[in-house]
Each structure stands twice: as C-alpha cells, then as structure tokens.
C-alpha cells in the first residue's frame, strides 16, 4: 500500500488582485502557512503563472518549482478546468461559457474551440516541463441539455455526441501520452462525464486509452445521490487525482436533486467546508489507501457559507488528519510461525 500525500490546495478559488493572492511567491507563502505542502495551479490565472512560457522554457518551470520550495511548497498539477470545459460546447452554452475564452475567440465557437485545444496542449507540455504526471480537466458537454428525457431522444442523439467528445479529445490524449502526463477528467454535473457510466460510455469510444484517468471528488457525487465509496472500488485503476471537498443533500417537500432553480445557500445539495457536510472521510481516505492510490490529497475550497481562508486553515488540518500513514508490516506479525514450503504441505496433510 501507498501513502497519500498533503495535504494540498487548488488555488483557483483563491487567486485575487490583493495580496497575498496575487502573485506565485506569495500566494505559495499563503498556503504553507496556511499547513499546506502542495498547490495545484489553475492554468488560466496569468497572476501564478505564463502557461506559454511554461510549455516552452523549462528554465521557467525551474523557477517556479524552486520559488514554491523556498516557500515550503510542491506543484501538485495544473489544471485546465475552464479550457477543457470549452473543448466541447453545445451552442446553449454559447454566450455563458465564451467569458471563459480571451477576447479574440469569443463570439466564434470554432476558433475558441481551437483556442481551448491548444491550451490543454501547452497545459500538458508545461505539465512535463514541470515535472508532474498528472493534470486535470473538464470533458466539456455536448449532450448535457439532453440530460434529463423529456422529450423522448431521438435515436442515437447521446451516441452521436459521445462519439464527437471522444474524437475531440483523442489527439489531446494522444499528446498527453507523449508528454507523460495522464488527463484526469473530474466527474462533475455539467459535463458530459459526470458519473460512473458516463465515463465508461467515453472510455470505450476511446478503447481505453491509458492517459484518460478520473479526477474523484465525492462531494459531486453526495448532491447525485452516488455511492461514492462503491466508486472508489469500481475504478480504482482509473482514479488518477482526488479533490477532497465535503457536500451536503438535504430534500424537503419542496425541492430535491434539481435544487429548484435556487441560489447554492438554499439548494437541498449544497457544498461544504471540510467536515462540514456528509462525507465520510475516513472511509474515502481508507479506501483509496487500500486501493494504492498514491496521488495527493488536494482542498478544493467551495462553500456557501464559511470564509474561504478559514475553510482554507480548517482544511489543511482536516486533510492532515485523514491521510493514513500505511502499514509495512501486518498487525499480527508477532504471532508468526516462521514456517517454510515443507512445513505449510505437512499442515496441508500433503506431504
């Protein structure tokens, strides 16, 4: 078994004009004295980092590496949540989505299409410079409108969009297996990878690439009313990154699953601060060290209700906590025979 590390912080619901968020030395400064040992970096936020110089120059990435470290800090991943959101957009989500693209592209889907791949791209080149093997995404949705069917779908409308998704994003995997790097897709409503059989759906359109991995984050699965443990079991191989964050789902007579159209404080589903909500850590975090998940533990700070730098101070702790230092011996270890091959035959009654 393998020892997770952490605890770690996504650092894009932090990142701000004031200080000390505004700038990578002393953002990073921020986090370790918050009791963080990593930071995963939002890629879109030119404030922590130049992802074209990042891809490009690894003189740059030296630096980066060396000024997180003088603070007490590693780079866990990047992430391209926001470009690979816009890898696949159906035209409903036109005008919402394109103030996640620069200026140029916006209004034109094709070229902030275009614009999206190519930053996933340097996203997966910087990643390597950097020397992290791990990096996470959205899928982007093309069906998600479609979710819930009513009206009946016609025919083969789901098919169709799954096997557009998987042509999109095969050369980006494709290039992430030259760059070392696993894409990691976080499992989110929204997207069209957003459970357990979705994933397959993409997956086998991809025959099972190698670098197409899952980003776990089981507050996204308390609000679906997903057994998020079974997860765990289910796709342990594919389990790539972990986003520790907490949720809560709380029906009424009034509103369930859907939320009613409501502002995040008065959905039944709502996201928490660590240890806050539902989940129970202490199956997730023994379930991953079982199951020899040995990637970070990383806070991705969401709640509709705490200050995010006391969610952030709380979290560390909480991370900390949970990690399961693993075992290297058996509990029993003391009471062993000390038997050999002839002697395990003889108790067989085998001879």
């Not at 342990?236 to 809560?248: C, L, P």
Request: proline share 5%; charged share 25%.
């Amino acid at each position: 078994m393998k020892t997770i590390k952490g605890p770690a912080l996504f650092l894009a619901q932090f990142a701000g004009d004031d200080a000390p968020f505004n700038s990578w030395n002393s953002i990073t400064r921020w986090a370790a004295d918050c009791g963080y040992a990593g930071v995963q970096i939002p890629s879109w936020d030119g404030r922590l980092i130049d992802l074209e110089k990042a891809a490009s120059s690894k003189t740059y990435c030296d630096d980066l590496v060396g000024t997180a470290r003088d603070n007490g800090i590693e780079i866990t991943e990047l992430s391209t949540h926001l470009q690979g959101q816009l890898v696949a957009v159906h035209p409903a989500y036109d005008t919402v989505f394109d103030g996640f693209a620069v200026p140029e592209v916006r209004g034109n889907p094709a070229a902030r299409q275009a614009w999206a791949v190519d930053q996933v791209k340097l996203a997966l080149a910087a990643s390597r410079n950097l020397g992290i093997s791990a990096h996470a995404t959205f899928s982007g949705a093309l069906a998600w409108p479609y979710v819930y069917p009513w009206p009946q779908r016609p025919a083969h409308l789901i098919e169709t969009a799954f096997d557009e998704l998987a042509r999109r994003w095969r050369p980006i995997l494709d290039y992430a297996d030259e760059m070392g790097v696993d894409v990691c897709y976080e499992i989110h409503p929204g997207e069209d990878l957003h459970d357990g059989i979705t994933f397959e759906m993409f997956l086998e359109r991809l025959n099972g690439h190698g670098r197409c991995k899952m980003l776990y984050d089981p507050s996204h699965y308390v609000l679906q009313c997903l057994d998020y443990l079974e997860n765990i079991d289910i796709y342990s191989d594919r389990i790539g990154m972990f986003h520790v964050k907490d949720a809560e789902f709380n029906p009424t007579g009034r509103q369930g699953v859907y939320g009613g159209y409501q502002p995040w404080i008065d959905r039944a589903g709502r996201f928490r601060s660590l240890g806050d909500g539902q989940v129970d850590f202490g199956a997730v975090f023994s379930k991953l060290a079982a199951n020899d998940f040995d990637g970070w533990a990383v806070v991705e700070w969401e709640c509709c209700l705490k200050h995010p730098e006391d969610g952030a101070r709380e979290g560390a702790r909480f991370v900390r906590d949970h990690i399961i230092r693993v075992t290297e011996k058996a509990f029993d270890d003391f009471a062993g025979g000390g038997t050999d091959e002839a002697a395990n035959r003889k108790m067989l009654g085998i001879g």
